[in-house]
């Protein structure tokens, strides 16, 4: 089994600071990793995944995650958050076995981006 | 990249009617897709797993008689929802896994609201 736990639900910022939206998960196999973004009244987008390889993941619109296996974090970052990125982000886990690769969400964070 | 279409983006029923909604990988064959379903201000839930020219999967609590999953082909998956309740409003949303490489992509979801 696995899950993922993202601590904080709301994260204000304003704009042009620095976020950091957490995510720790736990699972007794190898797993992917992602972070999703839903903005409102919309789909869900992937922002970045990390599969393998390096622990720094770039994704789009700026934003960053590094694996941490001792941690079992995957952390999602920014340097300079715009009013755009006002959304709901999810953090989410898939196993490399059974062939169906379930895919477990946390619960997700609302980043409000204040002008 | 790759593209999952979900139609209809919102619909509404009225209580005790059956609606469908499909799912299409629009320029990959997907031979799992997925069914999650989010209720307001909650993560998005995994209710079954699909595999074309076979029966889904589903997790444990959803009711399979009542959510109706079929994986006809390789670019389309349909679920329906059997006698609907107004407590079967949510926001339903698909995803497909791709044949190459771990990568799920989600569909636009589909608001579902029964009257």
């Known amino acids: 089994a696995q899950s993922v736990t993202q601590l904080d639900s709301q994260v204000p910022v304003f704009e042009e600071a620095p976020v950091e939206l957490r995510c720790n998960y736990s699972?007794?196999?190898?797993?992917?990793l992602f972070w999703y973004v839903q903005y409102p009244n919309q789909g869900l987008q992937l922002l970045l995944k990390?599969?393998?390889?390096?622990?720094l993941v770039k994704g789009i619109n700026g934003f960053e995650a590094e694996f941490n296996k001792s941690q079992t974090s995957f952390h999602l970052r920014k340097p300079s958050v715009h009013i755009s990125d006002t959304a709901e982000y999810f953090c989410?886990?898939?196993?490399?076995?059974?062939?169906?690769?379930?895919?477990?969400f946390g619960t997700g964070t609302k980043l409000q981006v204040i002008p | 990249g790759a593209v999952v279409s979900q139609h209809p983006s919102r619909v509404i029923c009225k209580s005790g009617t059956s609606v469908k909604i499909e799912c299409r990988s629009l320029?990959?064959?997907?031979?799992?897709m997925f069914w999650y379903r989010q209720f307001p201000k909650q993560s998005l839930m995994l209710m079954a797993t699909?595999?074309?020219?076979?029966?889904?999967?589903?997790e444990q609590g959803v009711e399979k008689d009542k959510f109706l999953i079929n994986h006809a082909s390789l670019t389309l998956s349909t679920l329906t929802v059997t006698s609907a309740h107004p407590e079967d409003s949510s926001f339903y949303i698909c995803?497909?896994?791709?044949?190459?490489?771990?990568?799920?992509?989600f569909g636009e979801g589909s608001w579902l609201t029964v009257v």
């Open positions: 990390y599969l393998s390889g390096s622990t």
């Open positions: 699909s595999n074309e020219g076979s029966k889904a999967t589903y």
């Open positions: 699972s007794s196999v190898s797993v992917y």
């Open positions: 320029d990959f064959q997907a031979t799992t």
């Open positions: 989410a886990v898939s196993d490399l076995g059974g062939g169906y690769q379930k895919v477990t």
């Open positions: 995803s497909a896994k791709t044949g190459l490489g771990n990568t799920i992509y």
